[in-house]
């Protein structure tokens, strides 16, 4: 009798496991959830503004940002162009290159700030001329390209001209050339033109010795063969110069 009744439990326990198995193998769709939440954090992620643009944040302030300016200009800028560029009042500029100006005079810098018809730019000191001079000539051996000599001679014969005059006699863009000629000490600015203010040029001393004469009366009779001013300003008028 005792086996009779401990046979009928034994089937009892495998209907009270076979429940589980089937409990734990219904959640499957957990994981699609977590996609769904990272996506949602990247699309609502804020987007970072730049600056605003304040020369006063950069190092040394508006005071240097101008005097950054005015070290890469090929021609004087006036007060005006600048407060434009930095987004700074006209008077605060005006105020700082007065100021730079006499800070460079006080300090014997080798440089100065002058003002011509409204536009400002860095210039050498006539002090230290001499040895500027002594540089050009014992440092600048290279010979002048076509186009340099081509230019000079457009210099030596129209003087004063304008470098909007030179570039309709040669029909190109002549800037850098005239930078060259600059910096060899054959050329130099001679003031300016009109209300306009554009820069004239003529040649120096310098350019003189080097060719051996002492004056320009003495320059070969080239002349002839360049368009005479009226024929210039024509040019200058139809946008060839």
């Known amino acids: ?19 589980e198995d089937d409990v734990t193998a219904e959640p499957v769709d957990e994981p699609d959830d977590e996609p769904d939440e990272d996506t949602s954090v ?23 940002a101008i005097e950054a300016v005015l070290m890469v200009v090929d021609q004087p800028v006036t007060a005006a162009e600048l407060a434009t560029a930095l987004e700074l009042p006209e008077p605060e500029v005006v105020e700082t290159l007065d100021d730079l100006e006499r800070e460079y005079a006080d300090q014997h810098r080798g440089f100065t700030l002058r003002c011509i ?23 600048q051996q290279a010979r002048l390209t076509q186009a340099s000599l081509e230019t000079l001679a ?22 850098g050339v005239v930078r060259t000629l600059l910096t060899r ?17 003529g040649t120096t001393p310098y350019f003189l010795q080097r060719l051996g004469l002492s004056s320009l009366d003495e320059l070969p009779a080239l002349a ?14 139809q946008g060839h110069g």
Request: proline share 11%; net charge negative; glycine share 8%.
């Open 42 to 64: 990247e699309e609502d992620a804020p987007v970072e503004e730049a600056p605003p643009f304040d020369v006063h944040t950069m190092p040394g302030g508006a005071r240097s």
């Open 117 to 139: 018809n409204d536009g400002w730019r860095v210039y050498s000191r006539p002090d230290y001329a001499p040895a500027v001079e002594k540089f050009l000539l014992d440092g």
């Open 154 to 175: 457009v210099i030596a014969y129209r003087q004063p001209i304008s470098r909007s005059r030179i570039s309709a006699v040669r029909g190109v863009n002549v800037d």
């Open 1 to 19: 009798m005792t086996d009779q009744e401990s046979q009928p439990d034994q089937p009892d326990e495998t209907p009270d496991t076979m429940p």
């Open 224 to 237: 002839p063969y360049l368009p005479d001013a009226d024929v210039v300003d024509e040019l200058i008028a």
């Open 185 to 201: 000490g054959l050329i130099v600015e001679v003031g300016s033109e009109g209300e306009q203010g554009a820069m004239l040029y």
